[in-house]
């Protein structure tokens, strides 16, 4: 979402004619678009703003802007505390970076608004629903992006069609909850409405969505992922926690068994369909026994990928309030590398599996000299012949794929 929400205010800058620089010290406008979902991004988003301070003291006319998750609903300890920023927006509040950026350029801005999307490229993300309604006891989301707002169907519609005439093959939908689409609109359209509207879109060819929630992944979701020809086969389900008790401190909303059940449905009427989640170790109160049934989960599951961090206590949230963050720094991390360790397996298996199989690959771009690109199951794909290969970006063929890792897969394209 924040990578999101910064191509689309680099498209407006744009738009009135600013261009990229390399550093902050070349730059006239400085945007740090923040998260604090965990402790490390916040010190990383702290680091980075007190390391500007000696930037606008050397130029004053030089901009900068603080943006996203870290700017609360009231900014005036971050106004005391950085006096040398110019503005603070909360997430998706753009407006008034660019109108003092418009203002400092004598440029007026109204336009750049009304047309803010994302940069154009092979893929990108098209938000769709801002905000959480869940308040899980350990997210700060609902406090600092606010509570779920759906844009339209047709709105999200146009938008997929402009990207299209400018290159894009492929849109992620994204919400912070994004199986809860719709519910906030005149005559309540689900995610499988909007996902049958863009599918209809000439010129896309691939639709992503992310990230889910158990409770809201209906049938009719999961039907149109089996029925769209353009919809993926592949679902971020995050489960967070594998023990019911961690999940009930959590606010999941569902249980070990229930979360099974979900899988199971999903993988009955999905075949071929891949399975990413996200996992929370270390979360107040987590036991050994309770850690183990969080990898007895992970074991038998067996999630193609799994995006897992250590419990970070964020001050405003309900666990800051109400529970102990009583599980050492070190419990957590070796609760962490021992749930790595087990996935790295995992992944090294399903993708094995895979070598002598035929994919068809949408080139995203390259990366250490190398063609790369992904197959309807999100999985990576690197092209081993690379080097004499002209520009492919955009393109899509059937590679074969040749070796694999857990991160990965290596292939060439058959002609």
Same mark, same amino acid.
């Given at each position: 979402?924040?990578?999101?929400?910064?191509?689309?205010?680099?498209?407006?800058?744009?738009?009135?004619?600013?261009?990229?620089?390399?550093?902050?010290?070349?730059?006239? @406008?400085?945007?740090? %678009?923040?998260?604090? @979902?965990?402790?490390? *991004?916040?010190?990383?988003?702290?680091?980075? #703003?007190?390391?500007? +301070?000696?930037?606008?003291?050397?130029?004053?006319?030089?901009?900068?802007?603080?943006?996203?998750?870290?700017?609360?609903?009231?900014?005036?300890?971050?106004?005391?505390?950085?006096?040398?920023?110019?503005?603070?927006?909360?997430?998706?509040?753009?407006?008034?970076?660019? %109108?003092?950026?418009?203002?400092?350029? !004598?440029?007026?801005?109204?336009?750049?608004?009304?047309?803010?999307? *994302?940069?154009?490229? @092979?893929?990108?993300?098209?938000?769709?629903?801002?905000?959480?309604?869940?308040?899980?006891?350990?997210?700060?989301?609902?406090?600092?992006?606010?509570?779920?707002?759906?844009?339209?169907?047709?709105?999200? =519609?146009?938008?997929?069609?402009?990207? #299209?005439? $400018?290159? #894009?093959?492929?849109?992620?939908?994204? !919400?912070?909850?994004?199986?809860?689409?719709?519910?906030?609109?005149? %005559?309540?359209?689900?995610?499988?409405?909007?996902?049958?509207?863009?599918?209809?879109?000439? !010129?896309?060819? $691939?639709?992503?969505?992310?990230?889910?929630?158990?409770?809201?992944?209906?049938?009719?979701?999961?039907?149109?992922?089996?029925?769209?020809e353009k919809v993926c086969e592949h679902i971020n389900l995050p489960f967070q926690a594998g023990s019911d008790s961690v999940l009930e401190r959590m606010r999941r909303g569902y249980s070990n068994d229930e979360y099974r059940s979900k899988?199971?449905?999903?993988?009955?009427?999905?075949?071929?369909?891949?399975?990413?989640?996200?996992?929370?170790?270390?979360?107040?109160?987590?036991?050994?026994?309770?850690?183990?049934?969080?990898?007895?989960?992970?074991?038998?599951?067996?999630?193609? =990928?799994?995006?897992?961090?250590?419990?970070?206590?964020?001050?405003?949230?309900?666990?800051?309030?109400?529970?102990?963050?009583?599980?050492?720094?070190?419990?957590?991390?070796?609760? /962490? +590398?021992?749930?790595?360790?087990?996935?790295?397996?995992?992944?090294?298996?399903?993708? *094995?599996?895979?070598?002598?199989?035929?994919?068809?690959?949408?080139?995203?771009?390259?990366?250490?000299?190398?063609?790369?690109?992904?197959? $309807?199951?999100?999985? /990576?794909?690197?092209?081993?012949?690379?080097?004499?290969?002209?520009?492919?970006? !955009?393109?899509?063929?059937?590679?074969?794929?040749?070796?694999?890792?857990?991160?990965?897969?290596?292939?060439?394209?058959?002609?």
């Amino acid at each position: 979402m924040n990578k999101a929400d910064s191509e689309r205010l680099e498209s407006a800058l744009g738009q009135m004619g600013l261009a990229p620089r390399k550093s902050p010290d070349e730059a006239d @406008v400085i945007v740090l %678009n923040t998260c604090v @979902v965990r402790k490390s *991004a916040e010190d990383r988003a702290i680091g980075m #703003v007190t390391h500007l +301070k000696p930037l606008k003291e050397q130029n004053p006319e030089k901009i900068i802007a603080l943006m996203g998750c870290m700017v609360g609903p009231k900014t005036d300890t971050l106004e005391r505390t950085y006096p040398y920023v110019d503005v603070f927006t909360p997430p998706q509040q753009f407006e008034p970076i660019i %109108n003092l950026v418009g203002d400092r350029m !004598g440029i007026d801005p109204e336009g750049c608004l009304g047309t803010l999307t *994302a940069r154009a490229d @092979v893929a990108t993300y098209v938000p769709i629903i801002h905000g959480c309604d869940k308040f899980c006891t350990f997210c700060i989301i609902p406090y600092r992006r606010g509570r779920e707002v759906s844009r339209k169907i047709e709105e999200i =519609k146009l938008e997929v069609e402009m990207l #299209v005439r $400018r290159g #894009v093959k492929e849109v992620t939908l994204l !919400g912070q909850n994004v199986d809860s689409y719709g519910h906030d609109l005149e %005559n309540s359209p689900d995610l499988a409405d909007l996902l049958t509207s863009v599918n209809s879109v000439d !010129g896309i060819e $691939r639709i992503r969505f992310l990230t889910s929630h158990p409770n809201d992944m209906s049938e009719n979701i999961i039907e149109s992922v089996h029925g769209l020809e353009k919809v993926c086969e592949h679902i971020n389900l995050p489960f967070q926690a594998g023990s019911d008790s961690v999940l009930e401190r959590m606010r999941r909303g569902y249980s070990n068994d229930e979360y099974r059940s979900k899988v199971s449905e999903i993988r009955k009427a999905i075949p071929g369909v891949s399975l990413s989640t996200d996992v929370i170790v270390g979360f107040c109160g987590e036991t050994e026994s309770d850690f183990k049934e969080t990898l007895n989960l992970i074991q038998d599951i067996q999630f193609d =990928k799994v995006h897992a961090a250590a419990y970070s206590n964020r001050a405003g949230t309900i666990a800051s309030r109400n529970l102990k963050d009583d599980i050492p720094q070190s419990e957590k991390i070796s609760r /962490l +590398k021992a749930l790595e360790e087990l996935q790295k397996n995992i992944s090294s298996d399903i993708n *094995a599996n895979l070598v002598g199989r035929t994919f068809d690959v949408l080139i995203e771009g390259r990366k250490r000299g190398r063609w790369y690109g992904r197959n $309807r199951n999100d999985k /990576l794909v690197y092209l081993s012949d690379s080097e004499t290969i002209d520009d492919l970006k !955009g393109e899509t063929f059937p590679v074969s794929i040749e070796d694999s890792g857990p991160w990965s897969l290596t292939g060439t394209i058959i002609h």
